[in-house]
């Protein structure tokens, strides 16, 4: 059957009754400068309850590792790692932790190419672990030229598993 | 004069399907900052379409991927299905790939916001969709915003002239937008003052 002899129903294009307009709009409120400032006040408030979210992640993620260097990992165990990753990515982001940040990235990606081969080995999850470690909150900082060989090594992994065929051990 | 609009969400509701509750305690305290006090948050698709057939918000805020369902499909089902489908729908998303956000706007989403948060954004976001008037458009694959600034004729295609277009909505002819145009067409524009 070709396209022209599909009938088309007609599109109904309307203005959706909504108030939404009328009470937002309404004497008072907060201007965008207030509104804006106050909300990353509140954010803020958050910091010392994230910053322990990240560290519990971070032992997830280790905890994981260390059994996997124990016996093959599970795709259940890379799922829990692809959920604290993600959640560590969502804090760093918010607190502006850059290096934390791109180490959680990596091992998102990184987590997403190991789910294709099996069985899944161990050593990235331990190295990565070891970078968020290193970038962790309250850690000594490093310097400029110790966080590119550790977001080197990172790329390195995601690069070494994005060339390798899926299926193959 | 006052550039930014001043908005008052004393009153205005606001429902939040999120499963992560870092995501989760940073949205509702940015809206709670806002003075969006009126927040129910749900953790998975299936609260969140019960809480709907109870409740009518003014603002949902979705994760594009919920502990039961894809945020997509709750987007369409609210479109499809919800008593108040033509509610104003903000897709909350970690990965903003194009096809995440072709995704988001084919399913009827009326934004795209990529997680972690951003206040300002987030504030925009709000000021657009809610002071804005975008119509609708309801066709038999697509139901959502109508996300086109062509004049496309008079309505019904009953059109005087030979060349008036009709508003008939057949095959894409185009392909789908880069983020930039998408990115483009979805940002905030100038708003009337009031």
């Known amino acids: ?169 | 004069m006052e550039k930014s609009p001043r908005l008052n969400f004393n009153g205005v509701t606001a429902l939040l399907a999120e499963a992560d509750r870092h995501s989760v305690s940073f949205l509702a305290e940015i809206l709670r900052r806002f003075g969006l006090e009126n927040q129910h948050c749900v953790e998975t698709g299936a609260e969140a379409k019960v809480y709907m057939q109870r409740v009518a918000v003014d603002f949902f805020f979705c994760e594009a991927a919920l502990p039961d369902m894809n945020g997509l499909d709750l987007v369409r089902w609210v479109r499809r299905s919800a008593p108040v489908p033509y509610v104003p729908i903000v897709l909350l998303t970690g990965y903003s790939g194009v096809d995440a956000v072709v995704g988001a706007r084919d399913a009827g989403a009326n934004l795209v916001v990529k997680k972690p948060l951003s206040p300002q954004v987030l504030f925009d976001r709000l000021a657009w969709m809610g002071l804005g008037t975008r119509k609708f458009i309801e066709t038999e694959s697509y139901v959502g915003p109508d996300r086109r600034f062509k004049s496309i004729g008079p309505p019904d295609g009953l059109g005087r002239r030979s060349t008036d277009l009709s508003q008939d909505v057949g095959q894409a002819t185009e392909p789908n937008m880069t983020q930039a145009e998408i990115d483009a067409m979805m940002k905030p524009t100038k708003l009337a003052s009031t």
């Open chain 1, 1 to 169: 059957m070709s396209p022209t002899n599909l009938t088309k129903k007609k599109a109904r294009i309307f203005v959706p009754p909504s108030n939404l307009k009328d009470q937002l709009s309404r004497p008072g409120g907060t201007t965008r400068d207030d509104a804006v400032k106050a909300a990353i006040a509140g954010v803020e408030m958050l910091r010392e309850k994230s910053m322990d979210a990240i560290d519990q992640a971070i032992e997830a993620v280790e905890a994981v590792a260390q059994e996997g260097m124990k016996g093959a990992l599970t795709e259940s165990n890379l799922k829990d790692v692809l959920r604290n990753a993600d959640e560590i990515v969502e804090l760093a982001g918010t607190f502006r932790l850059e290096n934390l940040d791109a180490a959680g990235r990596s091992l998102c990606d990184l987590v997403g190419l190991l789910l294709k081969v099996s069985p899944y080995p161990a050593e990235p999850i331990v190295v990565h672990a070891r970078a968020l470690r290193l970038f962790a909150p309250g850690r000594p900082s490093l310097s400029a030229a110790q966080t590119e060989v550790i977001l080197g090594e990172l790329a390195r992994f995601r690069a070494f598993f994005e060339a390798r065929p899926a299926g193959t051990p």
